[in-house]
């Protein structure tokens, strides 16, 4: 319930007009890509068009990227998805095509499934079912196994489950995995969604901030007893007032306030939190802490991966800060600054606070070796994307093995911020840049004839 005497601080959100080209890469075992049952789509080196969901016809205006699957919001209101159905979160059901994929498997003699085809329904786009009539969506976000959208009016629809260390967990209390939309009962006058791993956040029109899902490493904002962690799986309010931003990696969490200063809390052994005080294995903020080393910086935007993070500033600067065995953070070993943290092997661990990143590869046109200012920041479990406020260009590094950085066949971990540079996506401004665990969706303004 709103309470009495709130001011608003935020506008209600609104849904995107813009309809875009979306392009996927990374692996898409299974069904990530969303480009058909083909086997010949597993695995996408660099970005390629997904002709399923064609800017004439179905005309996406938004995308979620979870970590195995993917939701489209449309220009008229509604949700399409694909990926890995497992816990429903794709929305619809999947599990006639998942027959006769069985039924077909017991009539090879294959042992090895690598060659076969997808699950048809999971791997192709197709909207989610079941949403009551006259609902319109505005917003789509998606945790590892749980999708959520944000109606015009403030609602929240959800569906999926949640999973924390020992398994799932269940969807609330009475469910272990919701299969449709279902609304969620005490939010109202929300404008943002933010989702982790396994947990959500919710922010209202006067800045106070809800959270539910898997509390284990404080991701919450507030402790959960283990005996009463089902409890955590309904929307709770922790004190939060005059937020005006929500974001979250993995298993932590952040937001900023209408003075522009940045809390974080959760999971920090590699300083993902910003927070360089409390570095070691197993260290967790267990509620919200101001990054003073974000304080002037007019961060606009915060996100983060499984263990790093980053944030963007209104002038387009990319601050980089958690682990670094991956290359998560972009920065060369050669420029690692003095303050970074190693291993008893004397092996760089993690940047404990958040640092500017300024380097990066080009490509062969430019001169420049300098990361251009920013106007979209994404991460993956282990690899990011930037695109560009320039020409819309996108640059990717991290963690690379599943092709998910969109470079090519190498399938080799990149060090420092790498402009993609394909057919495919030459000269189209992109917008938008989403990432998951091991492949990447991005989106882009039609060319200019």
């Not at 076969?116 to 989610?128: C, F, I, Q, W, Y």
């Not at 260390?165 to 009962?185: D, I, L, Y």
């Not at 260290?283 to 961060?299: R, W």
């Amino acid at each position: 319930r709103r309470p009495r005497g709130a001011v608003d601080i935020n506008a209600p959100a609104t849904r995107k007009t813009e309809k875009l080209n979306v392009y996927v890469f990374g692996s898409g075992s299974m069904c990530e890509l969303g480009l058909g049952p083909a086997s010949k789509t597993k695995e996408v080196k660099r970005p390629r068009i997904n002709s399923l969901v064609p800017i004439e016809t179905v005309g996406i205006v938004d995308i979620a990227v979870g970590g195995a699957h993917t939701l489209c919001l449309d220009h008229a209101g509604s949700i399409w998805s694909w990926g890995g159905n497992d816990h429903g979160v794709l929305g619809r059901d999947t599990s006639k095509a998942a027959e006769q994929l069985k039924d077909m498997d017991a009539g090879s003699d294959s042992e090895d499934d690598d060659d076969g085809d997808l699950n048809e329904l999971e791997s192709t786009p197709a909207k989610v079912e079941d949403i009551p009539e006259g609902v319109k969506f505005v917003q789509v976000t998606a945790t590892d196994n749980l999708s959520a959208a944000l109606t015009e009016d403030g609602e929240v629809y959800t569906w999926g489950t949640f999973r924390n260390s020992e398994g799932v967990m269940g969807f609330n209390e009475q469910t272990m995995v919701q299969r449709s939309p279902v609304k969620m009962a005490g939010l109202n006058h929300i404008v943002q969604l933010a989702a982790g791993k396994d947990h959500m956040l919710a922010l209202t029109t006067w800045g106070a901030v809800f959270a539910w899902g898997n509390g284990q490493q404080f991701q919450l904002g507030r402790k959960v007893l283990e005996r009463s962690k089902m409890q955590g799986l309904s929307p709770r309010e922790f004190g939060l007032k005059h937020i005006k931003f929500i974001g979250c990696g993995e298993f932590h969490a952040f937001a900023i306030d209408n003075d522009n200063r940045v809390m974080s809390w959760g999971l920090n052994q590699f300083g993902q939190c910003g927070l360089s005080e409390t570095i070691e294995d197993g260290a967790m903020i267990d509620g919200p802490t101001y990054v003073d080393a974000l304080d002037g910086k007019n961060i606009t935007y915060i996100t983060g991966g499984e263990h790093h993070s980053l944030a963007l500033n209104e002038a387009g600067q990319v601050y980089v800060f958690g682990r670094i065995d991956s290359h998560e953070c972009g920065i060369a070993v050669s420029d690692l600054p003095e303050y970074v943290v190693k291993d008893a092997g004397g092996r760089a661990r993690c940047i404990p606070k958040p640092t500017l990143l300024t380097k990066a590869d080009n490509g062969d046109e430019e001169d420049s070796d300098l990361l251009p200012p920013c106007k979209v920041i994404a991460a993956g479990s282990h690899h990011n994307l930037a695109i560009s406020k320039t020409d819309g260009a996108v640059f990717s590094w991290g963690f690379g093995e599943s092709y998910q950085v969109g470079q090519g066949p190498d399938g080799d971990d990149v060090a420092t911020p790498t402009k993609i540079q394909n057919t495919a996506t030459k000269g189209v401004n992109m917008v938008f840049a989403g990432a998951g665990g091991q492949f990447s969706v991005i989106a882009g303004l039609p060319k200019e004839n």
